[in-house]
């Protein structure tokens, strides 16, 4: 028998889990997206609500004797990794140096998706993700707008703007207070924001494999996540959201293009291919393309835009008076790496960390086995989640979509962001159930 088979027979085999054990489980994700998602209820709920969430899907898999029965060592062994990665966060990336308990609380909730995610695909019943798509796309909507009217007041009031956006990013002393207002208005932070750009991919796919209002609405919800990352001023997070949707929009065209001149469908994934070398042209042509654009942002008025397309200019150019470029620093895990390259720096050896790139960061302190080591435990976690999406129409999508994680995973110190797991899990699982039987050369 194919092994793939087997496994699927044998998950199968397994007896369906009970309504309670189905239900605590479903209401754990969604308590934890709701709450993860909107930074009113985020806010207001603080960490004992996801804790919460944790603890209820925690009872449902108890619950669930005939899983834990068959599955009881992998689970385990699941859950280790999930309490270990915090660890190696701590100890050799040297995150949350300023409180273990909450940063290890937190961290331990980052990987919850992964954990509920296997057990949700392993199971195959569909209520434990009951009311999930409406729960996640209804909060990503809700706070997209909300953060969209607040970002626009703060340019009507004289370019405050920056300081809602940046100020969600940044914990710092006396900052509590302020944090506490703006997400009492259910303003995204930065974790949103760079969920909110991974997920444009798969915003995409929904707008090609839907019609009439339907589109409509996928293609306003898109539109709107870019005017909400344009407005917060992520500078990667814009620079991110706008390569993606261009790929999309290019190979739609071009897919169009074929269908009307030579009578021929394109795949999706051979469109996204053929557009690529496009991007090395933008690449060449980027600081003449950043500096008109701030010209022209500083011609209509909109001086926050000006200044921050100035600052991308000034990294691209190498031009950073007064402080280092961002090359600068990811050369300092880079000479960690060199010096290093297979293990690392021990506990106490203060590996060089950038603080400015995830993956680089890891490889200077673990190097090349331990970083090897890092990834396979996330590997296993993970295991299950993608399955039955070898065949989808969706694959050429996730794929760009983890190539932008991989991207900003090398570029930028928000891998970790809690919402990024909770995007990714839940896209896939509900892609993995659709019943969508679009041909494989999709076009508009």
């Known amino acids: 028998m194919i092994p793939h088979l087997q496994g699927v027979i044998a998950i199968n085999r397994i ?57 009881w060592i992998g ?15 701590r100890f050799f990336l040297r995150r949350g140096a300023e409180s273990f308990a909450g940063y290890y609380a937190q961290q331990v909730m980052f990987w919850f998706p992964l954990l509920w995610c296997g057990y949700a695909r392993a199971r195959d019943d569909g209520r434990v993700w009951r009311f999930l798509k409406a729960a996640l796309l209804g909060a990503m909507v809700v706070t997209t707008l909300t953060t969209i009217g607040w ?27 302020y944090l506490k207002e703006l997400m009492g208005r259910n303003i995204g932070g930065y974790d949103f924001i760079y969920a909110s750009m991974l997920s444009l991919p798969l915003v995409c796919y929904a707008v090609l494999i839907t019609r009439g209002w339907k589109r409509a609405g996928w293609a306003g919800f898109c539109g709107a996540q870019l005017v909400m990352i344009a407005l917060s001023q992520y500078t990667y997070g814009l620079i991110f959201a706008v390569t993606l949707v261009a790929l999309e929009l290019l190979a739609a065209c071009l897919r169009w293009l074929v269908r009307k001149i ?6 999706v994934a051979h469109s996204l291919l053929w557009v690529l070398p496009l991007f090395g042209v933008v690449y060449f042509l980027r600081i003449p393309l950043a500096q008109g654009a701030s010209f022209l942002c500083r011609q209509i008025g909109f001086e ?5 397309l100035d ?26 790496l060199a010096a290093s390259p297979l293990i690392g720096a021990l506990p106490g050896m ?39 999406l070898g065949s989808s129409t969706a694959k050429p ?22 919402d990024i797991p909770l995007v990714l899990c839940t896209g896939a699982l509900l892609l993995g159930q659709c019943r969508c039987h679009e041909p494989a050369n999709i076009i508009l």
């Open 15 to 71: 007896p369906k889990p009970s309504a309670l054990s189905a239900g605590l489980a479903n209401a754990s994700i969604l308590l934890y997206t709701l709450w993860l998602l909107l930074p009113i209820l985020q806010t207001t709920g603080r960490a004992v609500t996801g804790g919460l969430a944790v603890c209820l899907f925690g009872a449902g898999v108890l619950l669930d004797r005939p899983y834990l029965k068959a599955r």
């Open 311 to 336: 600052q991308l200019v000034n990294v691209l150019t190498g031009n950073m008076a007064g402080a280092a470029s961002r090359m600068d620093y990811y050369r300092l895990p880079l000479d960690g």
């Open 75 to 89: 689970f385990s062994l699941r859950c280790l990794c999930a309490a270990a990665l915090p660890l190696v966060m």
């Open 151 to 177: 970002l626009v007041q703060g340019i009507l009031r004289g370019g405050r703007v920056y300081a809602y956006s940046r100020s969600l990013g940044w914990g710092g002393p006396g900052q509590e207070a």
């Open 397 to 418: 999508h996730l794929y760009l979509q983890y190539a932008a994680l991989l991207a900003f995973a090398l570029l930028g110190t928000v891998t970790y962001s809690r």
């Open 304 to 308: 926050s835009f000006a200044y921050s």
């Open 262 to 267: 030579r009578k021929q469908s394109l795949g």
């Open 350 to 388: 203060n590996a060089p960390l950038s603080q400015h790139s995830d993956l680089l960061d890891l490889l200077s302190a673990t190097g090349v086995l331990g970083t090897a080591a890092f990834l396979s435990l996330i590997v296993f976690m993970a295991r299950g989640c993608l399955r039955g």
